[in-house]
């Protein structure tokens, strides 16, 4: 084994105290202490006690004798090649049997004759054993010694030498300190090479595309010709007497390349992933230690073709998951048709927030089951009986860089939760691994065993995933949310078990079960209306006699009728109005009481008063608007746009040819709109929240009552039957002739001595807008 260093105090040699350089000047042994120099003439005297434990102090590299070794590792029994590896155990028994008589080194194992006379420690001195084995050794012949022991001629101070290394780095400093010389580097890289190399590398790596190890080659000898090169040449052309400087040579083109894969590596990454390694690192790392701190949410597309609810059709839908990150629990997830939006993110960070309710196919063993805080206790405080699934408020948000997580809503509801956000680095999914690992076990657990799968890719596709695909979307998604309860919470974790209990089985029911001895448990639960507050804000600075106008539609309701209706917030948006817009469902926005804080509906005031219109969302609205601006149409109120919103709707159409004229694209459109006005009803809060009403698995088209499509048609040709007939009927009593006044009846209705005005005695008076309400844009 290796001894420590030792400080050489001689007179003469260099100590580095504290990173500054001294000379020793002089030693008084009998005081214990020396005399140090440095180069300015400064002079200190210090204690060997206190050089030999100062944390700070070593020999300096320029005088010492390991100067040498500075910078290089200690070399090992590994470092000695095989073949030499016999010669240095050779030295090593021989120098052992000078030492202590044995060859082996150890009294209690002795070789046959051991010790020998000669070497045996009580009868000889270590200077006569010495001897006696230079004796030995020089009785070898040349070639036979060198075969032994590396050398041809072994003498004492050979010996001696060997001995002094040996004490210091263990066997490993028997061997020649030629078969561990120091690599000498590579000498035919100059000053010159380097910097091109360089500067190649910068090139190649911020700006250029990919390119071969050959093309790096020439642009290094181009660097070195036009920088080193071409500007002493022009010198001597222009002035004719320019001395030419010798040319540099650049080393070969395997040199070069076994240059760049010490000083950079292989280099197999892509240059779009090297340059976004060096984007710096936003809000540092967080250390996970408790369920809650760090959520990811991502979002992908469902490896499995599943259909519609509505016509039935095979469609593709995306998955957008919220997973823990210290337990690995799947806390939240939605399913969305075609793909998901903000406000579809914002309702899964609230399903984080709420418990998850029980269903009726599920049993008791899916109940909540985590001891120190019973079932009976979260469902009094949730108001239904509660699954066994984690619910928290998140700490910390991590996603990646797409449209939908890097929205103005999104963040707003984020910190509206009181969350901290931390966007992942661009190009850098590992610092979301978890959740990218969770969508990869998910793959290989179920969605591989399901029918209509379609692979990890375009290659792995199957002949005809979209004619295998049998459950229908709500069917998909309660078979997800009866496995994450049932399997995944309940499933060992594996590598990703706790770091205070590695080798032990967990799973995220258990981790979270333990969290509670650890850290406690909040029970927070959120109030219903946390539903309005996660939607889209819409200020407006005031109420016109129509209503409210948020993203081209106009809301109206009895409350916004009252006098003296004037906003007093302050700040940003001062006197102005908060309106909550939900996207999915554009037939009501929501406001707020000012006075109770109750929260209210805004009906559009293109519904009809009576019966229902079927449900569209903010890409209806904006195909609706764009048709009316690209017609010329200047429509008096959002009742004439009814019609044209119903006949977009396909009310024109018989009822039993929609599926026949309908476009795929058209149908998936109505798929949509119907699917996300039934997520919103369900995400808008109900007293008593109403259970969840598990779908019958059985074959497609096989319905026990109407289908959907036919449904939303009916209800489409229904509004629209209705709007012509009240656009008839209004028309029809605007030209019906009223009963002729009585004789006088205008003279007796007005003061005669007052001058008439402009308007003939026909002409109504206008209408005075009655207190506290503002004058419309006609008036």
């Not at 504290?18 to 005399?35: M, S, Y």
């Not at 070898?140 to 010694?145: D, M």
């Not at 269903?359 to 120190?372: L, N």
């Amino acid at each position: 084994m290796m001894g420590a260093t030792a400080l050489d105090l001689s007179p003469g040699a260099g100590v580095v105290l504290d990173e500054v350089e001294w000379l020793v000047e002089r030693q008084e042994p009998h005081l214990g202490r020396v005399h140090l120099v440095r180069s300015d003439g400064e002079r200190q005297r210090v204690s060997f006690r206190f050089l030999v434990n100062h944390p700070r102090c070593r020999s300096s590299s320029r005088t010492a004798a390991e100067g040498a070794n500075r910078g290089r590792q200690a070399a090992s029994w590994s470092d000695v090649k095989p073949e030499k590896r016999p010669l240095m155990e050779q030295r090593f028994a021989h120098l052992m049997e000078v030492d202590c008589g044995f060859r082996s080194g150890d009294p209690f194992r002795p070789e046959p004759g051991e010790p020998s006379p000669e070497y045996d420690p009580d009868r000889t001195t270590l200077t006569e054993r010495r001897a006696a084995k230079a004796a030995e050794l020089s009785a070898l012949r040349p070639e036979e010694a060198k075969l032994l022991l590396g050398v041809a001629h072994v003498g004492v101070r050979t010996l001696e030498r060997w001995e002094r290394r040996r004490r210091k780095y263990g066997i490993v400093g028997c061997a020649d300190h030629r078969w561990l010389r120091a690599s000498g580097g590579h000498p035919s890289i100059s000053e010159e090479v380097r910097e091109a190399i360089f500067a190649v590398r910068a090139e190649t790596q911020h700006h250029r595309s990919r390119v071969s190890a050959r093309t790096r080659e020439i642009m290094i000898r181009r660097y070195v010709r036009e920088t080193f090169e071409k500007e002493d040449g022009e010198e001597g052309d222009e002035g004719g007497d320019g001395e030419e400087r010798e040319k540099i040579e650049v080393p070969s083109y395997h040199t070069l390349l076994r240059v760049w894969k010490e000083w950079f590596g292989p280099g197999g990454a892509r240059p779009k992933y090297e340059r976004s390694a060096e984007l710096p690192t936003k809000n540092g790392h967080v250390l996970v230690t408790r369920p809650g701190q760090v959520v990811a949410l991502d979002t992908t597309i469902l490896p499995v073709m599943v259909r519609e609810n509505v016509f039935g059709d095979p469609v593709t839908v995306h998955l957008t998951l919220a997973l823990d990150v210290y337990t690995h629990s799947i806390c939240a997830f939605r399913l969305t048709l075609v793909s998901d939006s903000s406000v579809d993110v914002a309702m899964v960070l609230r399903d984080v927030m709420l418990p998850l309710p029980m269903r009726q196919e599920w049993g008791e063993d899916m109940e909540w089951p985590y001891p120190g805080l019973p079932a009976a206790m979260v469902s009094e405080f949730a108001g239904y009986e509660v699954a066994g699934l984690p619910f928290f408020t998140p700490e910390t948000l991590t996603s990646d860089h797409g449209s939908v997580y890097r929205n103005h809503h999104l963040v707003d509801v984020q910190e509206a939760m009181g969350c901290r956000i931390l966007p992942a680095r661009v190009l850098r999914p590992q610092d979301k691994s978890a959740v990218e690992r969770v969508f990869g076990s998910i793959r290989s657990l179920v969605f591989e065993k399901l029918a209509g799968y379609t692979g990890v890719d375009v290659a792995d596709r199957g002949a005809d995933p979209e004619g295998d695909a049998v459950l229908t979307l709500a069917q998909m998604e309660h078979f997800i949310a009866t496995w994450v309860v049932k399997v995944w919470q309940n499933r060992r974790l594996g590598e990703f078990a706790p770091s205070w209990d590695p080798g032990g089985d967990h799973s995220p029911n258990t981790l979270f079960a333990a969290s509670f001895a650890q850290e406690g448990f909040d029970l927070d639960i959120p109030s219903p209306e946390t539903y309005y507050r996660f939607l889209p804000e819409h200020h407006v600075k005031r109420i016109y006699r129509r209503g409210v106008k948020v993203k081209g539609l106009w809301y109206d309701a009895e409350l916004l009728n009252q006098p003296d209706m004037n906003s007093v917030r302050g700040g940003r948006y001062k006197k102005q109005w908060v309106i909550h817009r939900e996207p999915r469902d554009r037939r009501m926005v929501y406001f707020q009481d000012p006075d109770t804080h109750e929260w209210h509906e805004l009906r559009w005031t293109g519904l009809p008063p009576e019966g229902e219109m079927p449900a569209f969302g903010d890409a209806r609205v904006e195909e609706l608007l764009t048709r009316v601006r690209e017609a010329g149409l200047k429509p008096r109120s959002d009742s004439d746009l009814a019609s044209i919103l119903l006949e977009m709707l396909g009310a024109v159409d018989p009822v039993e040819k929609w599926p026949s004229q309908l476009t795929k694209s058209q149908r998936t459109q109505h798929a949509r709109e119907i699917t996300q006005a039934r997520a919103a009803a369900a995400d808008r809060p109900q007293q008593p929240p109403k259970p969840v009403e598990p779908p019958r698995l059985t074959a497609v088209g096989a319905r026990d009552m109407e289908p959907p499509w036919r449904e939303r048609a009916r209800e489409a040709t229904d509004s629209l039957d209705a709007q012509r007939r009240r656009r008839r009927e209004a028309a029809t009593s605007s030209r019906t002739p009223s009963a002729p006044a009585p004789l006088g009846s205008s003279r007796r209705g007005r003061n005669l001595l007052v001058i008439a005005d402009d308007d003939g005695p026909g002409d109504p008076a206008p209408q005075q807008p009655s207190p506290g309400q503002q004058p419309t844009e006609e008036d």
